[in-house]
C-alpha cells in the first residue's frame, strides 16, 4: 500500500492539467462578482462557502437579472442536480469510509477532482485511495481561492466596456463541447435555450432557468424513448 | 433576503448535494433509464443560461441584429468541437467579441 502523503500527491499532480481552464473562470467570478455589485467580503466568502464555479455563477447571472432569492437557489440546486449521477458512480468506492471523512471530501466533490479521481478509485482498492480524491480537490481549492482573489482585485482595474460578462455563456458553452456531436443533445440545447430566450420576460420570477430545464429534459425523455423502439 | 443569507443557501445546497452522492445515494438507486436521463442534464441547462446571456440585451430584449455576441458564440461553438478544449472555446469566443467590437 502507498503511504497517504503518496495517494495524496498523486491526486494533485493528475488534477493538475484540469486546472488550466479553473483559472480563467475563477478570474471572471471574481471580476464579474464586483461588477453586479457583492462586496469584495462577499465575494471571497461565495467561493469560500459555496465551492463550485457554475453554482457561483448562476447565482451572480439571476442576482443581476433581478431574480428572487428562492429563484436563484433552487436555479442553483437544479445546476447541482447534474452531480447526482456521479453520486451513483463514486458512492461504491467510499462506501467504507467513516462518516466524518464523508463530510469533509463532499466538500471538495468538485467536477475536475470527480473526474480525475473515478479513475483511480476504479484501479486501485488501498483503504487510503479517497486521499487522492481529497489531493485532487485541495488542488482545485487552492487555485479557485486564489483566482478569485486575483478577480477581485482586477476587477476594479478592468474597463466595462470590455464586455467581459459574455465570458459567462462562453464558459458554459466550453462545459457543452462534448455534447454538440450528439444529434440529441443537440436538440436538447436548442430547446432548453429558446424556451430560456423566449420565455426571459414571460416565466414569472425569473424561473426561466428551471423551465427551460425541466422542457429539455422532457425533449430528452421523448427522444430517447423513440430511439430504444427504432 | 440579504447577500450573506442568499451565499449561505446557495453553499447549503450545494453542499447538500455533492454529501448526498457519496452518503446517501446508491448505485442500485437509479435504473438505466433514470441514468440515461440524467446524462442529459448539463445540456437540458446549461443552454438556459448561455442563450439568454447571448440574444437578450441589457433592456431584457432579444435582439438579432447589429449583435456581436451571436457570430463569436458560433465562432466559439466551432472551436469547442473541433478542438474540445474549454480554455480555447472561451478565449477564440472572447477574442472574437473584441474583434467585432473593436475592430470591425
Same mark, same amino acid.
Not at chain 1, 469510509?97 to 479521481?117: E, G, M, N
Not at chain 1, 443537440?186 to 430566450?197: D, M, N, P
Given at each position: 500500500?502507498?503511504?497517504?502523503?503518496?495517494?495524496?500527491?498523486?491526486?494533485?499532480?493528475?488534477?493538475?492539467?484540469?486546472?488550466?481552464?479553473?483559472?480563467?473562470?475563477?478570474?471572471?467570478?471574481?471580476?464579474?462578482?464586483?461588477?453586479?455589485?457583492?462586496?469584495?467580503?462577499?465575494?471571497?466568502?461565495?467561493?469560500?462557502?459555496?465551492?463550485?464555479?457554475?453554482?457561483?455563477?448562476?447565482? !451572480?447571472? +439571476?442576482?443581476? =437579472? /433581478? *431574480?428572487?432569492?428562492? @429563484? #436563484?437557489?433552487? $436555479?442553483?440546486?437544479?445546476?447541482?442536480?447534474?452531480?447526482?449521477?456521479?453520486?451513483?458512480?463514486?458512492?461504491?468506492?467510499?462506501?467504507?469510509?467513516?462518516?466524518?471523512?464523508?463530510?469533509?471530501?463532499?466538500?471538495?466533490?468538485?467536477?475536475?477532482?470527480?473526474?480525475?479521481?473515478?479513475?483511480?478509485?476504479?484501479?486501485?482498492?488501498?483503504?487510503?485511495?479517497? !486521499?487522492? +480524491?481529497?489531493? =485532487? /480537490? *485541495?488542488?482545485?481549492? @487552492? #487555485?479557485?481561492? $486564489?483566482?478569485?482573489?486575483?478577480?477581485?482585485?482586477?476587477?476594479?482595474?478592468?474597463?466595462?466596456?470590455?464586455?467581459?460578462?459574455?465570458?459567462?455563456?462562453?464558459?458554459?458553452?466550453?462545459?457543452?463541447?462534448?455534447?454538440?456531436?450528439?444529434?440529441?443533445?443537440?436538440?436538447?440545447?436548442?430547446?432548453?435555450?429558446?424556451?430560456?430566450?423566449?420565455?426571459?420576460?414571460?416565466?414569472?420570477?425569473?424561473?426561466?432557468?428551471?423551465?427551460?430545464?425541466?422542457?429539455?429534459?422532457?425533449?430528452?425523455?421523448?427522444?430517447?424513448?423513440?430511439?430504444?423502439?427504432? | 433576503?440579504?447577500?450573506?443569507?442568499?451565499?449561505?443557501?446557495?453553499?447549503?445546497?450545494?453542499?447538500?448535494?455533492?454529501?448526498?452522492?457519496?452518503?446517501?445515494?446508491?448505485?442500485?438507486?437509479?435504473?438505466?433509464?433514470?441514468?440515461?436521463?440524467?446524462?442529459?442534464?448539463?445540456?437540458?441547462?446549461?443552454?438556459?443560461?448561455?442563450?439568454?446571456?447571448?440574444?437578450?440585451?441589457?433592456?431584457?430584449?432579444?435582439?438579432?441584429?447589429?449583435?456581436?455576441?451571436?457570430?463569436?458564440?458560433?465562432?466559439?461553438?466551432?472551436?469547442?468541437?473541433?478542438?474540445?478544449?474549454?480554455?480555447?472555446?472561451?478565449?477564440?469566443?472572447?477574442?472574437?467579441?473584441?474583434?467585432?467590437?473593436?475592430?470591425?
Amino acid at each position: 500500500m502507498k503511504s497517504n502523503l503518496k495517494v495524496f500527491l498523486k491526486g494533485i499532480i493528475d488534477v493538475s492539467p484540469l486546472m488550466i481552464p479553473v483559472v480563467p473562470f475563477g478570474l471572471i467570478f471574481g471580476v464579474l462578482a464586483i461588477d453586479v455589485g457583492f462586496t469584495p467580503i462577499e465575494t471571497m466568502a461565495m467561493s469560500l462557502i459555496i465551492f463550485g464555479g457554475a453554482s457561483q455563477i448562476v447565482l !451572480l447571472q +439571476l442576482f443581476s =437579472g /433581478g *431574480a428572487s432569492s428562492l @429563484v #436563484i437557489i433552487s $436555479s442553483v440546486g437544479a445546476v447541482n442536480s447534474r452531480h447526482l449521477l456521479y453520486g451513483a458512480v463514486v458512492s461504491e468506492h467510499l462506501s467504507d469510509l467513516k462518516l466524518i471523512w464523508k463530510i469533509i471530501i463532499s466538500y471538495f466533490l468538485i467536477d475536475q477532482a470527480f473526474a480525475i479521481s473515478n479513475e483511480y478509485l476504479k484501479k486501485n482498492k488501498d483503504h487510503n485511495r479517497y !486521499l487522492h +480524491l481529497v489531493g =485532487g /480537490g *485541495a488542488t482545485c481549492w @487552492v #487555485i479557485w481561492q $486564489s483566482t478569485t482573489f486575483l478577480g477581485i482585485i482586477l476587477g476594479s482595474a478592468i474597463p466595462e466596456k470590455l464586455g467581459l460578462s459574455f465570458a459567462v455563456p462562453l464558459t458554459f458553452l466550453a462545459l457543452l463541447v462534448n455534447d454538440f456531436r450528439k444529434f440529441i443533445n443537440v436538440i436538447v440545447i436548442i430547446i432548453s435555450g429558446l424556451v430560456a430566450t423566449f420565455g426571459y420576460n414571460y416565466i414569472p420570477f425569473k424561473a426561466y432557468v428551471i423551465v427551460a430545464a425541466l422542457a429539455g429534459l422532457f425533449t430528452a425523455m421523448i427522444l430517447t424513448r423513440k430511439n430504444k423502439k427504432a | 433576503m440579504s447577500n450573506w443569507a442568499l451565499i449561505l443557501y446557495c453553499g447549503l445546497i450545494t453542499y447538500l448535494t455533492r454529501f448526498s452522492m457519496i452518503a446517501l445515494i446508491k448505485k442500485e438507486m437509479f435504473n438505466d433509464r433514470i441514468r440515461e436521463i440524467l446524462s442529459f442534464v448539463p445540456s437540458a441547462i446549461f443552454p438556459a443560461i448561455i442563450f439568454p446571456a447571448i440574444f437578450i440585451n441589457e433592456i431584457g430584449l432579444i435582439e438579432i441584429d447589429d449583435n456581436p455576441k451571436i457570430l463569436a458564440a458560433i465562432i466559439a461553438m466551432f472551436i469547442g468541437i473541433f478542438s474540445r478544449s474549454i480554455i480555447a472555446t472561451i478565449f477564440s469566443g472572447l477574442a472574437s467579441y473584441w474583434f467585432l467590437i473593436f475592430v470591425v
